[in-house]
Nanobody
């Protein structure tokens, strides 16, 4: 129901665009998010986008990550620029909902590996 793609090996300073294909029933009704999980660390929320396309970012990715959605294609994207070694992680797409200011994940898909290394 959620399938992330677009990861790979990138040099520091490079860019990647991650894509997530969602089934229509999930996409239309949900806010969307990208999480990431670095080796040995907990999964963390990186970026969110509401059904009306309002966006929020974690402090350490703000200015480098851009989340967007294409409602006609049931797709959500994560543009990652100025990649750093600490961005190395498995990136997961999620469909969930906001309750107040907090995002609650509902549906997980398989992640895509992003490795930043020279």
């Amino acid at each position: 129901q959620l399938q992330a793609s677009g990861g790979g090996l990138v040099q520091p300073g490079g860019s990647l665009r991650l894509s997530c294909a969602a089934s229509g029933s999930i996409f239309r009704l949900n806010d969307m998010a990208w999480y990431r999980q670095a080796p040995g660390k907990q999964r963390e929320l990186a970026a969110t986008i509401t059904s009306s396309s309002s966006t929020e970012y974690a402090v350490d990715v703000k200015g480098r990550f851009t989340i967007s959605r294409d409602n006609a294609k049931n797709m959500v994207y994560l543009q990652i620029d100025s990649l750093r070694a600490e961005d190395t992680a498995v990136y997961y797409c999620n469909a969930g909902h906001f309750r107040g200011i907090y995002f609650y994940p509902d549906y997980w898909g398989r992640g895509t590996q992003v490795t930043v290394s020279s």
